[in-house]
């Protein structure tokens, strides 16, 4: 189903694309030329548990796997609709979500399940088990007859976008400033100045005068995702008490 999606992807509406492929176990890489611009799909070598990798050849292609969630600005996670969410999908997402890439959940093969009770018991286990990604995109497809394949690429250019967003240092500082004065962390505990310090994924750094409460820095991050249209992108915040 995930090749059989990639394939699709890089075989639509495209004007140039370059193929740099090694062996059947490596990942591939195609190059898309598209109306909002050049986009790398990379299409992984299935990854197996540790327990069931049978030689050399395929833990390579696995660590290859993993460099490319690293290099990556947005992730598809592809589960398999009539098996639901696997203890692998998870651990998968997992790693993705740690990597801080952004994530777009792909229920492949929705066509199969025709029940609607079965439906709602699928998506309310995706919704269940991938909890800790919070509220990512899960969009419901089909490869093998491309139904609602077009409602990718639109997603792929939002994540993409809010993957490499860079927020003036005095806009930051704005929100800081309005989330603090309607509800304080209490303590004597302040943010006294904020910056973004990279992208991919936003990280902002925020100098404290004293260690704000956990909720507290929760709740900022929150401020910042909803001023700033982060969507479901992971954002990190750095902690740094001012030096006197």
């Not at 075989?11 to 059947?24: I, K, L, N, P």
């Not at 651990?91 to 959940?105: K, N």
């Amino acid at each position: 189903g995930k090749s059989t999606l990639f394939n699709r992807l890089v075989g639509a509406d495209r004007s140039v694309v370059h193929d740099m492929a090694g062996t059947t176990r490596d990942a591939i890489d195609t190059l898309v030329e598209t109306e909002d611009g050049p986009i790398v799909f990379v299409d992984t070598a299935g990854m197996r548990r540790r327990s069931r990798i049978d030689d050399s050849a395929e833990y390579y292609s696995m660590v290859r796997a993993l460099r490319a969630i690293d290099d990556a600005d947005v992730a598809l996670l592809v589960i398999d609709a009539t098996e639901g969410v696997t203890g692998q999908d998870q651990r998968l997402a997992e790693r993705v979500d740690a990597s801080g890439c952004p994530i777009v959940v792909l229920l492949n093969k929705w066509e199969l399940i025709d029940d609607p009770d079965h439906r709602l018991e699928v998506e309310a286990g995706v919704k269940r088990k991938l909890a800790f990604l919070g509220d990512v995109p899960v969009i419901k497809i089909s490869a093998l007859t491309g139904k609602n394949v077009h409602k990718l690429r639109p997603r792929l250019q939002e994540a993409i976008t809010q993957y490499h967003r860079r927020v003036p240092t005095k806009d930051v500082n704005k929100v800081i400033a309005d989330a603090q004065q309607q509800s304080p962390a209490g303590g004597g505990a302040k943010v006294l100045y904020a910056v973004q310090g990279a992208t991919d994924p936003p990280t902002f750094t925020l100098f404290v005068n004293r260690e704000l409460p956990q909720h507290h820095v929760r709740y900022l991050e929150r401020r910042i995702r909803e001023e700033f249209e982060f969507g479901s992108t992971p954002i990190k915040l750095r902690i740094r008490k001012k030096s006197d």
